[in-house]
């Protein structure tokens, strides 16, 4: 069983993965933290801790 430290760094490291496509994508004006968190399938909500916002 993964432990909670393990979870967070991989939610972070999708996150990551998941803003440089949609920075890509849609440019630093067009991506939102919605969309990051939509492609790393998680919760907009769960990104903040992790992430305020998308700077």
Sequence with gaps: ME???SRTA???ARLIKSATK???T???T???TREI???AAVNEV???P???NKE
């Design 3 to 5: 432990n909670l430290a």
């Design 10 to 12: 991989q939610t972070c």
């Design 22 to 24: 949609v920075f890509a």
């Design 26 to 28: 849609a440019g630093l």
């Design 30 to 32: 067009g991506a939102t």
């Design 37 to 39: 968190a939509r492609v």
């Design 46 to 48: 769960t990104s903040f």
């Design 50 to 52: 992790h992430f305020q």
